[in-house]
């Protein structure tokens, strides 16, 4: 299933002026948020950051890091209200078509086993779980292992994306 965006839409680079709006929806949907200085370091450093943007607000971001021939998704979240409107897939797909750019062989990526949707929808996009990281994610109860989860670009055409 590819999803289309609406007039008024696009992908872009993130830049440092979008931080503020990144931040927001980060604080928004999670009980422990990347800092603003771990977007700053992310611009800073080189890796693939991206918004997607309507009319002037960011709905959704995704970071990625690319190196020798791996990358590693280390971010994708949508806007609380802007949910369920396949702007999740949007972003996987443009960061899966950044990788290939990229020379990438495989795509990594870590995922809490109870945020089913994001589960449900790398599964969709031909990710599969690869491994765990225990107790990789703190968690109020304690902490939560992590899903690892890869994707071989070499068996995937951007059609499934």
């Not at 872009?12 to 700053?40: C, K, Q």
């Not at 409107?85 to 949007?90: P, T």
């Amino acid at each position: 299933m590819v999803a289309v965006l609406k007039p008024g839409s696009h992908i872009r680079p993130m830049l440092e002026a979008d931080l503020d709006g990144v931040i927001n929806i980060e604080e928004a949907s999670y009980e422990f948020p990347w800092t603003r200085g771990i977007f700053h370091d992310c611009l800073h450093v080189g890796y693939s950051c991206w918004v997607l943007e309507e009319n002037g607000q960011v709905q959704a971001y995704g970071v990625m890091s690319t190196g020798g021939g791996e990358a590693h998704i280390l971010t994708v979240v949508v806007r609380e209200e802007a949910r369920g409107r396949q702007l999740g897939r949007k972003m996987i797909s443009h960061l899966l078509n950044t990788a290939t750019k990229h020379k990438v062989d495989t795509v990594l990526l870590e995922v809490r086993p109870s945020n089913i949707v994001a589960v449900n929808l790398y599964e969709s996009v031909g990710f599969s779980e690869i491994g765990r990281r225990k107790d990789y994610y703190p968690d109020t109860h304690g902490r939560e292992d992590a899903l690892i989860m890869g994707l071989d670009l070499n068996q995937y055409q951007s059609d499934n994306w």
